[in-house]
């Protein structure tokens, strides 16, 4: 009886307990709910690409230049503009209703030109048409914009049906026309947003059960689209609010199938069983459909938190977020180029600062090292899990052992983890050299201060060293992102600094194809210096970074000062000598050209400019000194006394004393002080 109502009693203390539980995980009771959307919505589908092209309804797919078709002849038989189609549709019903058709045009070299055009819709089996005015569509010189209004009866889209527009043209003439007379039909581009206005089925949208996690809940909406990552990356806006309060924060985004699953964080409740009415809204385009749904819930949360702030998927999460922003990255390199036995050695350390959803990817794949569940497409497939066992994996923290297996994973996986389509869209290569180049690399990383599963940059960091040939020509850095990459990275930031021994050199260090980075390139006598800096870097955005590294004595930076500093010195001593009994300060004065020099020096220009402008300076100095007057004694005071027994005579100019070696008068000397004539008559 006792052992009974012991039992009892400690069953009501455990249950009494549960609710102040940080760790209890519980999904709310409640059933997915579709939202939307079973009608069909009007929407822009965009004309891109060339004349057999396609329709999408993302305008961010527009290129900067357009597409164009021409007839530089009057026609008089049907000819092909173009055929743009979108294979893949959402399934749904098609109402009845007018199709709205705009294309830009471009009259040049005539008055004007008479057309007779027809556009025709294809969905699935049938096909409509609308056609200009016979006789009476006539297209103004200059550009335009030809519209069509295209009825469309009620139809059906299935998952296999596609919509497909086509342009004709059976007459063209030109009125006035002159020579090189064209009519140019225009798309593709941001300025000749060429388009289509369609009523179709566009997507679904449901709100899955809620996930209740200590005090946070976690609200995942799935979204069926036929536009893929599309729907998530170019999206004009994709909100949820819960009791009609926007909720803030970047979700996580998984993808489970064709399915894409956006998970957000609610922390407002207020304890215990309460109802919650969540709605969803995605805006495909900044002017178009709004397709909207809610559905209530009933949730129950407990206090003392027990949630991270950020929901941690079982599926890996996607690396892009809403609206194509791209993640945060900077990256920052030192160089140090330097001499070791007899070989020129390139050592670098890049640092990489990852944030924003990359950074949550990187992390969720260090807590799943070793996990059998990874999808087969993934760059964590396969990866060795070393010494971590099944509780440090997938546990929402990054464990030490798992930092460390991730690291040293990381040394022989780097390149396809970092340049995979699905891994981080960096050409490694490009960045940091090919992996056979290296005498030898590491790789750490660093959490910043967070060892959570969660939103929260960090750094990866790789050391490297490798041997280069002198004298030949070496990429130091190139681009290694593409525009493929725009959903991955937002605008990056770039910082190198690159150093060189006293006896090594960048020789011939040159940045090639971008004006958005500064390049600086200097030489002090210890060393040589590079910097290259860069903010909001596109990811399209090309460049090359080259450098010539040589050891040669003419080009490492001590020994080049040091044989311009010889050059200088036996000039000036040869010149000091000349002008030892001739006025200096017109060659003091030059001295002023050594500076000049030093600042070509300074300014990392190659050694034949600095050894061609030293002699240069040293042959002036020479001119200068040549053609310097000889001193000469202000009076006579000063004059120097000369003692002979022989007669003198003092030269009226500058009072110099001069021997007289000759009886015979008259007698013509020269003076030794000024080389002037002195006659003697007497």
Known sequence: MFSRATTLLLVLICATLMPFSTTFTNTAA????????????????YLVEGASGDL?????????????????????????????????????DVPESTWSFSIHYKVSDAGGAQVNATATVKIGSLSFSASTDIGSTILPQGEGVLSFDIPVDSTSLSASSDIELSLTARTVVFSVPESGAKLEFLWGSSDHESKITAEIPLLDLTIEDPIVDGSDVYLPVKIDSPFGLDTLSYSSSIELRVNNILISGNPVQTQ?????IITWTW???????????????????????????????LVETFDGGGGTGTFYPSNEPLRTSIGGVGSPLSIEQNVELSISKGKLKLSRLTT???DGD???????????????NIGPDSVL???????????????????SVELE?????????????????????????ELIGDQGDFDTISISVDLMGETSVIEHPLKLQFSTLQTLEKDTNFILMRTFTSSSSDNIWKDYSLKIEATSSGMSSFAGAELLESDDLIFKHSRMPWGEKITVEGDSISPSEDFTITIQPTDSIFYGPTTLITLTGVIFLLGLLFCLRITRNRHRRFLMFELVLIPLVMLIYYFSYPPVFIGGAAIAVVSLWFITSLVSPRRSLQNSSIAPQVETSLPTIGCPACKTVNIVTSDIRPLRIACSGCSRTIKIVG
């Open 267 to 297: 922390q407002g409740a207020s304890g215990g069983e309460e109802t919650i009415q969540v709605s969803i809204r995605v805006s495909l385009q900044s002017s178009g459909p709004l397709l909207s749904g809610q559905s209530e819930f």
């Open 405 to 429: 297996q991730f690291q040293r994973e990381m040394v022989n996986r780097y390149r396809t983890y970092m340049t995979d389509l699905n891994g981080m869209q960096i050409d490694s290569g």
């Open 56 to 92: 999408t309804p993302f305008s961010q797919k527009l290129d900067t230049d357009s597409s164009s078709v021409s007839i530089s002849n009057s026609i008089t038989s049907e000819e092909q503009i173009g055929t743009w189609s979108m294979s893949q549709v959402w399934p749904g």
């Open 358 to 372: 990359m950074a949550f990817w990187m992390r969720w794949g260090m807590d799943h090292i070793g996990d059998v």
């Open 30 to 45: 409640a059933e997915p709910v579709q939202v939307c959307c079973d009608t069909a919505s009007s929407v822009d589908l």
């Open 352 to 354: 990489l600062e990852v």
């Open 381 to 399: 497939r396969g990866w060795n899990p070393g010494s971590i066992t099944d509780q440090e994996r997938v546990s929402k923290n990054i464990e």
């Open 256 to 260: 489970n199938g064709d399915s894409f």
